[in-house]
């Protein structure tokens, strides 16, 4: 399973209300177009990263394999799914970046109000010997993701849990950690 995610911002960050209905409704077009082999998707409304460079927005969007991806791609902006792809991109500052991730630990689901921990290791270690440490210093349970390849600026792991999760990140180990509110949730 991959997830490919997309992180941007509203051009106007007074328009947030009106930019979130629009994101909303490209997810909604996006489960309405029942693409093949695409899982489902959820959009977040998250804290600064270093990536974005203020508070923003985190797209997700679960495929069965790296196949999907062109179909998802050509979709995305045509037929039924071209008009609030369109509104949302209008809406957007700068462009956004995007990212590949694979699941490596856990079990997947669709998090709502949650907490996520952006890690990227040292030069040099092996992140398997590792990564068993940090999901048991976890507060609760866990689903870590890692990049399937250097595609944006987004660190190498993700690892995702409640909104009051607590983790411990190794010495030498970047982290950045996001609190995440699922929109179209109350």
């Known amino acids: 399973m991959l997830a490919y995610l997309f992180w941007h911002a509203a051009s106007n960050a007074s ?47 679960w495929v069965e394999g790296s196949s999907v991806l062109e179909t998802l791609n050509e979709r995305a902006v045509s037929g039924a799914m071209e008009r609030p792809h369109h509104a949302v991109a209008q809406a957007t500052r700068h462009g956004g970046s995007g990212g590949l991730y694979y699941l490596v630990g856990g079990r997947h689901a669709v998090p709502g109000h949650s907490r996520i921990f952006w890690l990227s290791r040292p030069r040099g270690i092996a992140w398997r010997d590792v990564m068993p440490g940090i999901v048991k210093s976890a507060s609760a349970e866990v689903t870590v993701w890692r990049r399937l390849m250097v595609l944006g600026p987004a660190a190498e792991f993700a690892v995702i849990g409640p909104a009051n999760l607590r983790l411990a990140v190794p010495e030498g180990w970047s982290g950045v950690e996001v609190a995440r509110r699922r929109l179209g949730q109350p």
């Open 15 to 61: 328009a947030a209300e009106e930019y979130e209905k629009k994101v909303l409704g490209f997810g909604r077009a996006l489960a309405d177009a029942k693409v093949p082999g695409v899982l489902g998707c959820a959009s977040y409304s998250i804290g600064r990263t270093s990536w974005l460079g203020e508070p923003g927005y985190e797209d997700w969007v």
